[in-house]
């Protein structure tokens, strides 16, 4: 079965699960450590900060559907809809903040 993302690979864009259910390991072998359902996004720091490299080997668990966000994706949007693609950045970075904070349970200080 091959892996929609490779741990150690650049993450240069994000996915956007709109139906199915992928999964990541941070093992080969081990049991599954992170699992993304619709509307969970895989590699959502490489729209907002850079490329980084994948923590995990990414699966999909069913037969799924993703789409594809590239950052340059946002940076047309920007130039064609700044307003719309200011609401899109902020609930980016919100999303990312609720995912951080997620593990601590409870809202980050920042």
Do not use: C
Request: aromatic share 6%.
């Amino acid at each position: 079965r091959d892996s929609i993302l490779t741990r150690g690979a650049p993450q240069t864009a994000a996915l956007i699960v709109l139906d199915g259910k992928l999964t990541g390991f941070n093992d080969a072998g081990g049991p599954p450590s992170v699992w993304f359902e619709p509307g969970d996004i895989v590699g959502l720091e490489a729209l907002l900060g850079g490329v980084r490299p994948s923590s995990v080997d990414i699966f999909a668990a069913r037969p799924s559907l993703t789409a594809l966000l590239l950052a340059s994706d946002l940076q047309d949007l920007a130039r064609e809809f700044p307003s719309h693609a200011s609401q899109v950045m902020q609930a980016l970075f919100m999303k990312l903040l609720r995912q951080l904070a997620e593990p601590h349970g409870r809202a980050l200080l920042l």
